[in-house]
């Protein structure tokens, strides 16, 4: 059995990961976009929520997939994201997002072509770290805090964590691209 301690080790080198490869596979020749940046990432720790759900394979891919599943587990990555923001000096809750900024209209990628670009890699990862895709997605809501902290100086903590939020409920309740 793991202890506390190796499970959030696990976690943190899943965070990391995530962050890292992220930022290698959504950057343009202009660099980072960080709206597409924290939307990309939070829409994969839904989505590897929603993996983790169980559900029937068949269901059409972009299909809203709503479920008790998701209105438990999704609000889960969101508390993560919070604490890892106030861990980091931010005290931005639920109460104080820039609800403007729940939305996906900020992304250069829609929700297909942020699954295509990194669910290999992040799914890859689960494989070989070995890792279950609760705590994965766990991970990459680590990960969406820490690149709400680092995007900052170009996007306001509180409209930051507004998209995740969005990304979050997107990905936990959208049958995910294969």
């Known amino acids: 059995m793991m202890d506390n301690d190796d499970n959030n080790k696990k976690l943190l080198s899943a965070a990391e990961f995530y962050n890292n490869t992220a930022r290698k596979l959504l950057a343009t020749e202009r660099g980072l976009h960080a709206e597409t940046l924290i939307t990309s990432v939070a829409r994969m720790a839904g ?3 929603y ?3 169980d ?3 068949n269901i059409k891919p972009g ?3 709503l479920s008790e599943h998701a209105n438990l587990h999704g609000p889960k990555l969101m508390e993560l994201m919070f604490v890892t923001l106030r861990q980091l000096g931010h005290k931005v809750t639920e ?3 820039n609800k403007d900024y ?3 209209k900020f992304s250069q990628l829609n929700f297909q072509e942020s699954c295509q670009r990194l669910a290999p890699f992040f799914i890859k990862y689960c494989e ?3 890792l ?3 705590d994965a997605a766990l991970g990459a809501a680590i990960a969406t805090g820490i690149l709400v902290h680092d995007c900052r100086e170009v996007l306001a903590v509180e409209n930051g964590a507004a998209l995740a939020v969005y990304g979050f409920v997107e990905g936990t309740k959208t049958a995910p691209y294969p």
């Open 95 to 97: 109460e104080n997002l």
């Open 55 to 57: 559900f029937d394979k």
């Open 132 to 134: 279950s895709f609760r």
């Open 128 to 130: 070989v770290a070995p």
């Open 102 to 104: 729940a939305s996906s």
């Open 63 to 65: 299909t809203t997939v």
């Open 51 to 53: 993996i983790n759900f």
């Open 47 to 49: 989505t590897l929520m």
